[in-house]
C-alpha cells in the first residue's frame, strides 16, 4: 500500500511528511525536497495546491528510525508516485526531514500577552493608608466608650485622649490632601504654595488649624 501523511503539525494539512512503504511509515529527506514537491503533496492530501512553507523550518525536522526516502521528479509529474524513488543512503547524507504547512492548515496560534503588572499609585497607597487609620480610631473611640461608661463620668483622661485623637487623625488627613495637591501644582509647573493657601484654614474639632 503505497500512502502519504503529516505528523506533528497543527492538523493534518501541516508536519513532516511521511510515506507508507513496506509496511511502515518512513520520512523523506530534504536534499530532494523543492516547492514542486510540496505542491504535489499538498494537492495529494486535498489541502490546497500552495505550500505556504516548506522549508527552513526552526528548529528543523527530524528523520524518524525508518527508511530514508529521495524523490526525484520530473516537470510533467503530478503525484508523488510518479517521481523516481531511492533509498539509496548517500542521498540523504546529512539530510533532515521534509516537511510541509498546506495554505489550508490551522494557522499557528498568536503567543500569549505578557501579564500586565498593576503597581498602586502613591494616591491609592495614602487612601489605603489614611483608610486604616480612621478604621482604627474608630475601633479606638468604641473601646473608650466602653470605658468610659464604665467609669461613670470619673474618667476624664478618656475623654481627653479621644480629643487628642481626633485632632492626630484631622491633621494627618488635611496634611495629606496638601500632599496631593501640591504634587499636582508641582507638576503643571506653577508657583509652590503654602499648605493653608490650597486647602483653606479649617479648623479641628478642638479650635486649633492644622498644617
Not at 31 to 41: E, G, P, T
Not at 161 to 184: E, F, K
Request: glycine share 6%; net charge positive.
Amino acid at each position: 500500500m503505497k500512502a502519504i501523511r503529516l505528523t506533528g503539525g497543527l492538523d493534518r494539512c501541516a508536519g513532516i511528511l511521511e510515506v507508507h512503504r513496506n509496511g511502515s511509515w518512513a520520512t523523506v529527506c530534504d536534499n530532494c525536497w523543492n516547492k514542486q514537491l510540496a505542491s504535489m503533496v499538498c494537492s495529494m492530501l486535498q489541502c490546497g495546491a500552495e505550500p505556504l512553507k516548506y522549508t527552513q523550518f526552526d528548529p528543523p525536522l527530524k528523520h524518524n528510525n525508518g527508511t530514508l526516502y529521495y524523490y526525484h521528479c520530473d516537470a510533467k509529474a503530478q503525484s508523488l508516485w510518479q517521481c523516481g524513488e531511492y533509498t539509496t543512503p548517500h542521498l540523504c547524507k546529512d539530510s533532515k526531514a521534509s516537511g510541509v504547512i498546506c495554505n489550508v492548515s490551522t494557522p499557528a496560534p498568536p503567543p500569549p500577552a505578557a501579564a500586565a503588572v498593576i503597581s498602586p499609585s502613591p494616591e491609592l497607597l495614602s487612601t489605603i493608608a489614611l483608610a486604616l487609620l480612621l478604621f482604627v480610631f474608630v475601633i479606638t473611640s468604641i473601646v473608650l466608650c466602653c470605658l468610659y461608661r464604665r467609669c461613670h463620668g470619673n474618667c476624664g483622661f478618656l475623654q481627653t485622649l479621644r480629643t487628642r485623637l481626633q485632632v492626630l487623625l484631622w491633621t494627618l488627613a488635611v496634611r495629606w490632601r496638601c500632599s496631593l495637591i501640591a504634587s499636582d501644582v508641582l507638576q503643571e509647573g506653577l508657583q509652590p504654595v503654602r499648605c493653608s493657601e490650597v486647602i483653606g484654614l479649617r479648623r479641628a474639632p478642638d479650635g486649633r488649624r492644622p498644617g
